[in-house]
């Protein structure tokens, strides 16, 4: 098993910055590839980023892709996403995601490929 839980999400006027924690507990977090995910009011979950168990390959959404950097440190079994020229659209609940296995950008943007969740953090954005 892989407990997740996420910090940093807070409310942000347009335009600034936030970076998104997740700090895993249970099995060796540096096997599992990672995801961030979000699911913005009436909307259905979409991805965000992912990252390899090395952090050495990213994948983003085309969404975030130039604002957001997805980032890892295995000796705190934490991920981090970085969240910069945030958008009233960027309004949602951030959920990171564990997968063991192979990475590969069309594997990791599917949700129910991955095995653990976190309970999510809030970002509220405000125009």
């Known amino acids: 098993q892989v407990q997740l839980v996420e910090s940093g999400g807070g409310l942000v006027q347009a335009g600034g910055s936030l970076r998104l924690s997740c700090t895993a507990s249970?099995?060796?977090?540096?096997?599992?590839?990672m995801g961030w995910f979000r699911q913005g009011p009436g909307k259905e979950r979409e991805f965000v980023a992912a990252i390899s168990w090395s952090g050495g390959t990213t994948h983003y959404a085309d969404s975030v892709k130039g604002r957001f950097t997805i980032s890892r440190d295995n000796t705190k079994n934490t991920v981090y996403l970085r969240m910069n020229s945030l958008k009233p659209e960027d309004t949602a609940v951030y959920y990171c995601?564990?997968?063991?296995?192979?990475?590969?950008?069309?594997?990791?943007?599917?949700?129910?490929?991955?095995?653990?969740w976190g309970q999510g953090t809030q970002v509220t954005v405000s125009s």
């Open positions: 249970g099995r060796t977090f540096s096997s599992f590839a």
């Open positions: 995601a564990a997968r063991p296995g192979m990475f590969a950008p069309h594997i990791v943007a599917q949700g129910h490929e991955y095995d653990y």
